[in-house]
Nanobody, 123 residues
Framework: QPQLVESGGGLVQSGGSLRLSCEAS????????LGWFRQAPGKDRSFVAS????????LYSDSVKARFTISRDHAKNTMYLQMNRLTPEDTGVYYC????????????????WGQGTQVTVSS
């Protein structure tokens, strides 16, 4: 069945970097738009970045633009989120998601979700 599995989270100091991975299985990876979301403690899940099915277009939240880069490797059925210049405000559980449509920052537009990976940025 369709599945997304995140990895790469961990503890990092402010100013550091992490790369998250999201491995997809059970569906045609190249035909879906993918996205990253995060949820900080006590807050709603929020949009981070999205990449469309042919990688021609990406979308970022203002808070991560110029620091984070979303990409995907179709040969490995894997999406990535390179996170640089991390701050404590980036702390949260990061989720990858897939939708059968165009770019979207709307949580409800995504049909398939991973289980999440924890990112903690210390000050």
């Amino acid at each position: 069945q369709p599945q997304l599995v995140e990895s790469g989270g961990g503890l990092v100091q402010s100013g550091g970097s992490l790369r998250l991975s999201c491995e997809a299985s059970g569906f045609t990876f190249s035909t879906f738009t993918l996205g990253w979301f995060r949820q900080a403690p006590g807050k709603d899940r929020s949009f981070v970045a999205s990449i469309n099915r042919n990688d021609a277009n990406t979308l970022y939240s203002d808070s991560v633009k110029a620091r984070f880069t979303i990409s995907r490797d179709h040969a490995k059925n894997t999406m990535y989120l390179q996170m640089n210049r991390l701050t404590p405000e980036d702390t949260g559980v990061y989720y990858c998601a897939a939708r059968n449509g165009g770019l979207s920052s709307n949580t409800e537009a995504y049909d398939l979700w991973g289980q999440g990976t924890q990112v903690t940025v210390s000050s």
